[in-house]
């Protein structure tokens, strides 16, 4: 028996304060035995029906995460007040449960604000943000005032200008000004995250109060947005205001020397840090992770990890995203499987790294077991894990898995559009990847210039030359994207396979870009196969001037002097090949079977069986070219 349960045991007229105090300290104690025992001693004594205590019994439940016990303890009270059921709505809006929550919002006999912020914050929770701005709405319409709770909520969830620039409005018209120092935080960082940055700027500079979650939601929406250099202005205008920079300052303002990967300033901020004792904070250290990591200094980053005594997800995913960016993706993987061992649950952010490297290392087979976890951890709903488990699943050419998760996909961001068009193209399934567009344009959000590389290397792969066209010269009227090197790219590869090398030589003199060693070598490779000597000579000297280590161009112009029957020029090509030393390109592929990833290098087949391999290579192309995915040989 627990000691303060004694004075209870045998009393059944103790005083409601008593009772209360117990549950008190039972949530202190965070003690579902205890609990449970205080819970008995109130529905023996008939306490359990009394509305206060049942309201704390609801309360209690609720914060030891027992939701079924909450709801029992809500459905024993005979005369429930408001109290009892916004405490009960607050059990459903814990436990994710967006339908109960609704179905008891809807049977409550009478709701004030916290029931309305309630439910506004369990669709805004839960990534439905049109029902959150739809009950907003709601609540206003009822005469209900929002309160400043409720104003924080909606500027949290907006994912538009339109909405973000009405909320505001709605804010002002209730009389909820900028001395409110927690809404103009909110504004500020609302703005921030949709780039709108004059508007985060005016809210700065009219609020009453400023502190340091002011500067930091300010800084942090500058250096997201792209405004690196004015982000660090801000930081010094910060400090000579006589604001000190908090750990989340420093973790940011150590981003933003990431993103312009200027290590010497990183270290001066990461000094600061040991100044001041902020680097034991495990946020700024990821971040410095990070910023090594971008500045190519990959082992001060594996040293910094290793100094660290107490990890979390934030320094393991950090390390392991790292690891993968740097192309070490076993240690990646190992690294992962040390912090499972280690009881670290992974973030959504660790598992999409992990997810990637799984896509280029392992067997399928092993990929799914990624999945399942995902789906243990509750986290396959995730929008950042959808669009990773559509790209591995796609990277395993296993692209009918890809498109029945992307259909089952509820909430579907950009990323994961453009991961299932890229996966559809890359895996020959060009009409679908454009049928696909399509469906985005008319159901998804604006496309971006991820979107249109995928659909232009989808006209590209499928010969679709007139489609193509078309869509890089409405790209920036139709869709407000600016052709990259990387658009022209696809382009003139296009034009190259279809044979059309004068339109396709005018595109590169045209474009406003300096054409790359890549778009060179596909109108080389172009100019040999249709035997245009004169175009190829031209082309391979621009190729040789782009990429002088590249053996392409002199092994092509080797190749159409050998057709053209002019041995000399081939011998010379040859010599002057060797005498600069161009590596010989050694194209390879992998696949991997049960436990085994096997490696194919050019020229390599032999060790691997000799003639069967080759021979089933032939049928398997001869089966692609039947079902029109173009040869591979």
């Given at each position: 028996?627990?000691?303060?349960?004694r004075?209870?045991h045998?009393?059944?007229?103790?005083?409601?304060?008593?009772?209360?105090?117990?549950?008190?300290?039972?949530l202190s104690?965070?003690?579902l035995?205890?609990?449970?025992?205080i819970?008995?001693?109130?529905?023996?004594?008939?306490f359990?029906?009394?509305?206060?205590?049942?309201?704390?019994?609801?309360?209690?439940?609720?914060?030891?995460?027992?939701?079924?016990?909450?709801?029992?303890?809500?459905?024993?009270?005979?005369?429930?007040?408001?109290?009892?059921?916004?405490v009960?709505?607050?059990?459903?809006?814990?436990?994710?449960?967006?339908?109960?929550?609704?179905?008891?919002f809807d049977?409550?006999?009478e709701?004030?604000v916290?029931?309305?912020?309630?439910?506004?914050?369990?669709?805004a929770?839960?990534?439905f943000?049109?029902?959150?701005?739809?009950?907003?709405s709601?609540?206003?319409?009822?005469?209900?005032?929002?309160?400043?709770?409720?104003?924080?909520?909606?500027?949290?969830?907006?994912?538009?200008?339109r909405?973000g620039?009405?909320?505001?409005?709605?804010?002002?018209?209730?009389g909820l000004?900028?001395?409110?120092?927690?809404?103009?935080?909110?504004?500020?960082?609302?703005?921030g995250?949709?780039?709108l940055?004059?508007?985060?700027f005016?809210?700065?500079?009219?609020?009453?109060?400023?502190?340091?979650?002011?500067w930091?939601s300010?800084?942090?929406?500058?250096?997201?947005?792209?405004?690196?250099?004015?982000?660090?202005?801000?930081?010094?205008?910060?400090k000579?205001?006589g604001?000190?920079?908090d750990?989340?300052?420093?973790?940011?303002v150590?981003?933003?020397c990431?993103?312009?990967?200027?290590?010497?300033?990183?270290?001066?901020?990461?000094?600061?840090?040991?100044?001041?004792?902020?680097?034991?904070?495990?946020?700024?250290?990821?971040?410095?992770?990070?910023?090594?990591?971008k500045?190519?200094?990959?082992?001060?980053?594996v040293?910094l990890?290793?100094e660290?005594?107490?990890?979390d997800s934030?320094?393991c995913?950090?390390m392991?995203?790292s690891?993968a960016?740097?192309g070490?993706?076993?240690?990646?993987?190992?690294?992962?499987?040390?912090?499972?061992r280690?009881?670290?649950?992974p973030?959504?952010?660790?598992?999409?790294?992990?997810?990637?490297?799984?896509?280029?290392l392992?067997?399928?087979?092993?990929?799914?077991?990624?999945?399942?976890?995902?789906?243990?951890?509750?986290?396959?709903?995730?929008?950042?894990?959808s669009?990773?488990?559509?790209e591995m699943?796609?990277?395993?050419?296993?692209?009918?898995?890809?498109?029945?998760?992307?259909a089952?996909?509820?909430?579907?961001?950009?990323?994961?559009?453009?991961?299932?068009i890229?996966?559809?193209?890359?895996?020959?399934?060009?009409?679908?990847?454009?049928?696909?567009f399509?469906?985005?344009?008319?159901?998804?959000?604006?496309p971006?210039r991820?979107?249109?590389?995928?659909v232009?290397?989808?006209?590209?792969?499928g010969?679709?030359?007139?489609?193509?066209?078309?869509?890089l010269?409405?790209?920036?009227?139709?869709?407000?994207?600016?052709?990259?090197?990387?658009?022209?790219?696809?382009?003139?590869?296009?034009?190259?396979?279809?044979g059309?090398?004068?339109?396709v030589?005018?595109?590169v003199?045209?474009?406003?870009?300096?054409?790359?060693?890549?778009?060179?070598?596909?109108?080389?490779?172009?100019?040999s196969?249709?035997?245009?000597?004169?175009l190829?000579?031209?082309?391979?000297?621009?190729?040789?001037?782009c990429?002088?280590?590249?053996?392409?161009p002199?092994l092509?112009?080797?190749?159409?002097?050998?057709m053209?029957?002019?041995w000399?020029?081939?011998?010379?090509?040859?010599?002057?090949?060797?005498?600069?030393?161009?590596?010989?390109?050694?194209?390879?592929s992998?696949?991997?079977?049960?436990?085994?990833?096997?490696?194919?290098?050019?020229?390599?087949?032999?060790?691997?069986?000799?003639q069967?391999?080759?021979?089933v290579?032939?049928?398997?192309?001869q089966?692609?070219?039947?079902?029109?995915?173009?040869?591979?040989?």
């Amino acid at each position: 028996m627990y000691p303060f349960l004694r004075k209870a045991h045998g009393l059944h007229t103790t005083s409601l304060s008593f009772y209360s105090n117990l549950i008190d300290r039972c949530l202190s104690l965070k003690s579902l035995g205890v609990a449970k025992l205080i819970h008995a001693q109130l529905i023996k004594v008939g306490f359990n029906c009394n509305t206060f205590l049942g309201n704390r019994c609801i309360d209690l439940y609720s914060n030891l995460g027992k939701f079924n016990e909450a709801l029992q303890a809500f459905d024993d009270i005979p005369n429930k007040n408001i109290v009892s059921w916004n405490v009960s709505l607050k059990v459903f809006v814990k436990s994710g449960d967006i339908d109960g929550a609704r179905c008891l919002f809807d049977k409550m006999p009478e709701r004030d604000v916290v029931s309305w912020n309630s439910i506004i914050s369990c669709y805004a929770s839960n990534g439905f943000a049109d029902c959150a701005l739809g009950m907003f709405s709601e609540m206003q319409n009822n005469g209900v005032r929002p309160s400043g709770f409720t104003s924080s909520i909606m500027v949290s969830s907006v994912t538009c200008a339109r909405n973000g620039k009405q909320i505001h409005g709605c804010i002002i018209r209730n009389g909820l000004n900028l001395s409110n120092v927690v809404v103009g935080n909110s504004l500020i960082d609302m703005y921030g995250k949709l780039g709108l940055l004059d508007y985060a700027f005016a809210v700065f500079f009219t609020m009453e109060e400023l502190d340091v979650i002011s500067w930091n939601s300010l800084i942090s929406g500058l250096c997201k947005s792209g405004y690196e250099e004015l982000a660090l202005n801000q930081f010094y205008l910060m400090k000579s205001a006589g604001y000190l920079p908090d750990e989340f300052t420093i973790s940011t303002v150590v981003c933003v020397c990431s993103n312009l990967r200027d290590l010497e300033k990183g270290k001066q901020f990461i000094a600061l840090c040991v100044k001041v004792g902020f680097l034991s904070n495990n946020i700024v250290s990821s971040s410095a992770i990070d910023l090594f990591s971008k500045c190519n200094r990959l082992e001060d980053s594996v040293k910094l990890f290793e100094e660290i005594n107490r990890r979390d997800s934030v320094v393991c995913n950090a390390m392991i995203s790292s690891y993968a960016e740097h192309g070490y993706k076993e240690d990646a993987l190992k690294l992962f499987v040390l912090t499972l061992r280690d009881n670290i649950r992974p973030t959504e952010y660790t598992l999409s790294s992990v997810l990637s490297s799984a896509s280029s290392l392992l067997p399928a087979e092993q990929g799914s077991q990624f999945h399942s976890l995902t789906i243990k951890l509750g986290l396959e709903s995730d929008m950042v894990i959808s669009g990773s488990l559509v790209e591995m699943y796609a990277s395993f050419g296993l692209i009918d898995c890809a498109m029945k998760f992307f259909a089952q996909t509820n909430v579907k961001d950009l990323i994961s559009w453009n991961t299932m068009i890229l996966g559809l193209t890359r895996n020959g399934r060009v009409a679908e990847a454009l049928d696909l567009f399509k469906e985005l344009l008319v159901e998804g959000p604006p496309p971006d210039r991820i979107t249109l590389t995928g659909v232009l290397l989808a006209c590209n792969y499928g010969g679709f030359v007139d489609e193509g066209w078309s869509v890089l010269s409405s790209m920036e009227k139709k869709y407000g994207v600016i052709p990259r090197l990387e658009h022209y790219a696809c382009i003139v590869d296009m034009m190259s396979r279809a044979g059309k090398l004068k339109e396709v030589i005018y595109v590169v003199e045209t474009m406003p870009h300096n054409p790359s060693a890549s778009i060179w070598e596909s109108i080389l490779r172009a100019c040999s196969f249709h035997g245009d000597l004169k175009l190829t000579e031209k082309v391979a000297e621009k190729v040789i001037e782009c990429e002088p280590e590249s053996s392409l161009p002199y092994l092509l112009l080797a190749q159409a002097y050998e057709m053209g029957g002019r041995w000399e020029s081939m011998v010379r090509v040859k010599k002057a090949m060797k005498e600069r030393g161009a590596e010989k390109m050694i194209a390879c592929s992998w696949i991997g079977i049960k436990d085994h990833v096997f490696v194919f290098k050019a020229n390599d087949i032999l060790y691997y069986g000799g003639q069967d391999v080759d021979l089933v290579l032939r049928l398997l192309n001869q089966e692609m070219e039947d079902e029109g995915c173009g040869s591979t040989i």
